[in-house]
């Protein structure tokens, strides 16, 4: 049914690792099921020597060696000795399956979590257009809930695999009592099996159903939660509510559908295994002689085998019906695991030690994917080390697109962007990015405390360290006011924080990483001009002896900058002071005049 699909190989590619402990697992179950066996074995001496009687004719050679060696006891001894055995089989048997069980359970959880690390090193290392692209919600369930799921999947598999094996067991037990009554089971474990398998296959359909459903679910919530405000803002609250209620009613409506469905099988299971057993009840007696002793003996333990396959199948379909329900947990977590369709920045392995002369754009142009026009083209500049460079123009003029190429988030397609006059491709990304920092008018706030918003992961910082950053930052003060100070916790997306306050503890974070390349994307952008008058100071404190890049399309934040670039559709169209650009009375000029009006 699965066989050669995508989510099969992908499947066996992540147990590969574990072999060895599913061959442990195996070898348990083989174990279990030989103690098993023993155990059901037995009763056949048993009963013989409950009615006293001689090895039957034309048992095969185990049986009639479990005799002889029962037999060569003293009868008193033999029906307890006997007994003994089979609890001490009974016993084993047990173990084994408890161990098994153990390592199946090792074994999904450890999968689950290696899927769950793979995930999200796939999430930190794909280029950032992906992300652009995958709405976060269903990445999520990818992540975390399919791959917990998968977990779910080999464990079943497993467990089947052990089901399987017991029931192979159990039949060559039916085969060696009695080859008769084993054609006719044989007979009619074809018919139910070629039944419940054809039933378990339309699960299929449903199941997949489900997960889309689920995803859709949760990118919805995502979204929803993401832009709260705006959804109370515009009163939205009942739309979510109900674009959600009938998300909701639909996923409803087919878990219960395929759980339902799913345990069917188990039910006809033991509704079949009585039939079965009242049919080889007949059929033994007419086969068997009814006076004959034998009788008792090979159809008593014949029967009590069924009886144990009957919850065996049971559990056997029950596995099954949970693997084709979460089979297309794997198709997500392949999808999400496979790099072929994915785009990586390749790292460089020259180390950046920092800027010497300066950064350089040499015939750089830029499309992004499935765009026609490139976003940026011909662009051919310096950037002067320690000096400050302003890039303006209107918006869509490339501005955001030129920091993406700044940052390596893309690689240029033509031209080369030259750091010193090492191409940027060619330098560690790592210690590129230590030394660039970024402070936008999107300030990322996490939900932690003040100190790990403005550590940020870095490298450990000392108190006084942080003291000094908030202090230069001009966030010392409201930080102190705080319920616990720097270990106060900031909220979700920092919403105990005015948005001078955010922007306050990103450049705070700025001045703790000590870039030596500086970014300011439209910095102030999003503040009142109050707080904009505020914060101008701290920054041109954090701009002192940097190389920094004022990105702007207000030409207030770029007074005093070295050098101004202005791009038009993606090219420059003028470069020079700002005395300069204003004397071309050119774009720049307009920009100033619309900026006046
Ligand atoms: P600016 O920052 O100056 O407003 P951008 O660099 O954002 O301009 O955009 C330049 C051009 O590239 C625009 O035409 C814009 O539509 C396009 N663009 C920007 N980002 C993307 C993207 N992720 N995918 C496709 N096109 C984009």
Sequence with gaps: MFINSTES????????????????????ILLATMFDGISVGLTVPLLASLQMMESPEGLPAVMAWLFQLLSSFQDTYQILIGIIAVVIALLFKNIMLAINSMLALMLSTRIAATLKNEALNMMMSVRIDYHHKSPVGELMMSALTATSQVGMLVDSIAKALSNLLTIWALVTLMLILSWQLFLISILFGAIYFALTSRYIKTLKAPSRELTQLS?????????????????????????????MGQQIEKIRELELR?????QVPSWATDVAGGIVIALLFFAGILIYDLEAPDLLVILIPFLYIIIRLVPLLATLNQNKARIVTLWPMLGLVSELLNPDDKKFIKDGDVTFHGLKHGITFKDVAFAYENREIPAVRNLNFTIPKRKTTAIVGRSGAGKSTLVNLLLRYFDC????????????????????RQKISVVSQETVIFNDTVRNNIAFGGEVAS??????????AGAYEFICKLENGFDTLLGERGAYLSGGQRQR???????????DILILDE??????SFSETEIYNNLELLKTNRTVIVISHRLSTIKGADKIIVLKDGQVIETGTEHELLGLRGEYFSLSQG???
């Design 463 to 472: 108190h006084s360290e942080l003291e000094e950053a908030a202090r230069k």
């Design 505 to 515: 503890i990103s450049i705070a974070r700025a001045f703790l990483k000590n870039p």
């Design 523 to 528: 910095a102030t952008s999003s503040l009142d």
């Design 215 to 243: 995803k859709l679910a949760y990118n919805t919530l995502q979204e929803s939660l993401s832009g709260i405000e705006l959804v109370k803002s515009y009163g939205r609250e009942p739309w979510v509510l109900d674009k």
């Design 9 to 28: 190989r992908f499947l066996l590619k992540i147990i590969r690792p574990y072999k060895w402990m599913m061959a442990l697992l195996v070898f348990c």
């Design 595 to 597: 900026h006046k009006e």
């Design 413 to 432: 397609q033509e031209g080369e962007l030259l750091i010193d006059d090492v191409p940027l491709r060619l330098i560690g990304l790592k210690s590129y």
């Design 258 to 262: 395929v759980k339902f469905r799913s």
